[in-house]
């Protein structure tokens, strides 16, 4: 059975960073890629990154170029996500998501639970 | 970056009946070499993930009731469900991923009349 599973929920102060974790269950971390994507209270859904399991290669939003550093340990089946900077703004639940494919086109079909990052001080 | 929008923001529907959700891009999901539209349609339930419905603008996932259809091409989109059960209640987003940075609908709430 499929499954994506989150580190749990992150309170940070302004100006720190968070690493939020993926964990892959039930299929081979390598054949498919990870997008991380946010959500904001109120907001639509925003794509943050991706990253190929096999290969490694990554593509970022220009929004959070930067800022953002999307790794992963092929031996753990595990993707990170890593977000400097922190402000209030960048509160959200933080979803990462199995592509069909090793690429970016393929559409998500498994959603981890979502990660809580509440940034106050 | 390629726009996403979604009317109506909001819509009620009786059980057993048709709801339709449009999906407007700021330019073409076609992509022109494999003659496919790069759209896909997600379902969120409250304090849940969202949920893969629909991809490719009309391919259902699997496991998915065939009461959800997916239809359009290039820049207009659209999701049906055909007769409208309870546990459809929630907020659907479309999603283009022809080109970076993909990006998501601001979401349509359906509920039940």
């Known amino acids: 059975q499929v499954q994506v599973v989150q580190s749990g929920a992150e309170v940070k102060e302004p100006g720190a960073s968070v690493k939020v974790s993926c964990k892959a269950l039930g299929y081979s971390f390598t054949n498919f890629a990870v997008h991380w994507v946010r959500q904001a209270p109120g907001e639509r859904l925003e794509w943050m990154g991706w990253?190929?399991?096999?290969?490694?290669?990554?593509a970022y939003s220009q929004k959070f170029q930067g800022r953002v550093s999307i790794t992963s340990d092929t031996a753990a089946s595990t993707a990170y996500m890593e977000l400097t900077s922190l402000t209030s703004e960048d509160t959200a639940v933080y979803y990462c998501?199995?592509?069909?494919?090793?690429?970016?086109?393929?559409?998500?079909?498994?959603w981890g639970q979502g990660t809580t990052v509440t940034v106050s001080s | 970056d390629i726009m996403v929008t979604q009317s109506p923001d909001s819509l009620a529907v009786s059980l057993g009946e048709r709801a339709t959700i449009n999906c407007k891009s700021s330019q073409s999901l076609l992509y022109s070499s494999d003659n496919l539209n790069y759209v896909d349609w997600y379902q969120q339930k409250p304090g849940q993930p969202p949920k893969l419905i629909i991809y490719?603008?009309?391919t259902r996932e699997s496991g998915v009731p065939d009461r959800f259809s997916g239809s359009g091409s290039g820049t207009d989109f659209t999701l049906t469900i055909s007769s409208l059960q309870a546990e459809d209640v929630a907020v659907y987003y479309c999603?283009?991923?022809?080109?970076?940075?993909?990006?998501f609908g601001q979401g349509t709430r359906l509920e039940i009349k």
């Open positions: 490719r603008a009309s």
């Open positions: 990253i190929n399991g096999g290969n490694g290669n990554t």
């Open positions: 998501a199995r592509d069909r494919t090793t690429t970016w086109w393929g559409a998500m079909d498994a």
């Open positions: 999603q283009q991923n022809f080109a970076t940075p993909i990006t």
